[in-house]
């Protein structure tokens, strides 16, 4: 609309000036080397704007012709690029499709095409692992690390493959190299993470993990969960040199990390009882016996609460359980206390409810203690021993990647290698019967041996 309008507007002023040209026509007279031109103001005029149009339109002919061979040049460029990246695109669904020969055809004509090394080298790379050639996979990803653009999937390359063959050192220097070109990748962090523990370097571990919980790569309460069991480990490493006061001084820090870690609140508990400060170790695990009871805690208390005959035993142990009455791990405590006190009654009240309902073996064995030392019935004691049997396996450290089940807490599972897996469960029936002996917490092993 508004071009419309600008056009009638230029029309309607060239018209004007025609009609005003044509009423005031005026004479031009030119004389050149004897030539004589006599023409009209209006037709000169005609004349000269012709003449500029045609300049004008030679001119850009003339520079159309020149700039021909550049054109032709950049367009070739164009198609052979575009040539070029159609056979790298092809040579992608290739690998993708797992078509080893098509993927290596597509690679080399797109090598030819674009001439740039760092756009092929990966796809050159997966092709020969199509084929399993690691040797020229790796000659590949080798070459990669020269550029920069290219180092980390260079480095990605070879540390899978160096993964895939259980190089575990070499493994180790790709992963860190990596890491440096990538500290906010969460991939290599996790996988450095990962080989630092399983090589038992703790404290190189504790600074990745550091790091990645900086980076936002690991939540803050995973983080914590774990800097808990790497400063644990440390604990236990110091113990075993016999270096006591760095084991209390690391299990303390891992316990301040995660206060529902058991066995770093265990050792804390213990440390304090032993410097007399029995009120604040009673109280630490009053709290964390409601974070997840632990059979572990029972002992300490005791020290805690200075209870030295089964008496007063019974008592602290049915104060400390009251803290989570219907937990199984409250129950077994009072039960197994209250049969060293020889309260039969109170040891049947608590065993009862859990031997109705299926039972552990814990409560098979206490049922069948029970009934040897109050009735004097072995029959009946074996009877009960013949259920633990077949009863729920008690509960144990279980590796929740592997299901292995262990009676010590440790940082890396000795089946599967996974760090911090462990969690106080019950483990698989299958698990438990292969070793019941060794999931039974000492406190209790010693009781069911009696
Ligand atoms: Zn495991």
Redesign the pocket.
């Given at each position: 609309m508004l071009r419309a309008l600008r056009f009638l507007a230029i029309l309607a002023v060239l018209v004007w000036l025609a009609l005003w040209l044509a009423d005031q026509p005026g004479s031009v007279i030119l004389n050149w080397r004897g030539y004589r031109l006599d023409t009209s103001f209006a037709l000169m005029l005609v004349a000269v704007a012709v003449i500029a149009i045609i300049v004008a339109l030679v001119y850009r002919l003339w520079i159309n012709i020149l700039g021909l061979p550049s054109r032709i040049i950049r367009s070739r460029r164009e198609k052979r690029r575009r040539r070029g990246y159609l056979a790298l695109t092809r040579g992608m669904v290739a690998v993708a499709a797992g078509d080893p020969d098509d993927a290596s055809r597509q690679v080399k004509r797109a090598e030819g095409l674009l001439g740039e090394p760092p756009l092929t080298m990966l796809l050159s790379a997966q092709a020969a692992q199509l084929t399993d050639d690691e040797t020229a996979a790796g000659k590949h990803f080798s070459a990669m690390l020269d550029n920069p653009e290219t180092e980390f999937l260079g480095l990605r390359g070879l540390l899978n493959q160096a993964m895939k063959r259980d190089d575990w050192r070499e493994a180790l220097k790709l992963a860190r190299r990596a890491y440096r070109v990538r500290p906010k990748s969460r991939w290599v962090a996790s996988t450095l993470f990962d080989m630092l523990t399983r090589a038992g370097h703790w404290a190189e571990a504790e600074a990745t993990l550091t790091e990645s919980v900086k980076h936002h790569l690991v939540g803050q309460a995973d983080g914590h969960g774990r800097q808990a069991a790497l400063k644990f480990q440390r604990s236990l490493e110091a113990r075993e040199q016999g270096n006591d006061a760095e084991a209390v001084k690391c299990a303390s820090q891992a316990h301040d990390m995660d206060p529902g870690f058991i066995p770093a609140a265990v050792i804390k508990a213990r440390s304090l009882v032993d410097s007399g400060k029995m009120r604040k170790a009673a109280s630490l695990i009053e709290l964390a016996w409601q974070l997840q009871p632990h059979p572990d805690f029972v002992h300490v208390y005791w020290a805690a609460k200075g209870a030295n005959d089964a008496a007063q035993k019974f008592k602290a142990t049915q104060h400390l359980a009251g803290l989570k009455p219907d937990h199984p791990e409250s129950c077994i405590a009072v039960a197994a206390a209250a049969l060293e006190a020889r309260m039969w009654d109170k040891a049947r009240e608590y065993l009862q409810p859990m031997v109705a309902s299926g039972g552990s073996v814990r409560a098979c064995r206490l049922m069948a203690e029970l009934e040897e030392s109050e009735h004097g019935d072995p029959a009946r004691g074996r009877e009960w021993l013949m259920r633990a049997s077949h009863a729920d396996p008690n509960p144990a450290w279980v590796?929740?990647?592997?299901?292995?089940a262990v009676a010590e807490w440790s940082a890396l599972?000795?089946?599967?290698?996974?760090f911090d897996?462990f969690a106080w469960r019950a483990p698989a029936h299958i698990v438990s019967l292969a070793s019941e002996e060794a999931e039974m917490p000492a406190a209790l092993t010693a009781r069911a041996n009696e």
């Open positions: 590796c929740n990647h592997c299901g292995n599972c000795g089946k599967c290698g996974n897996s």
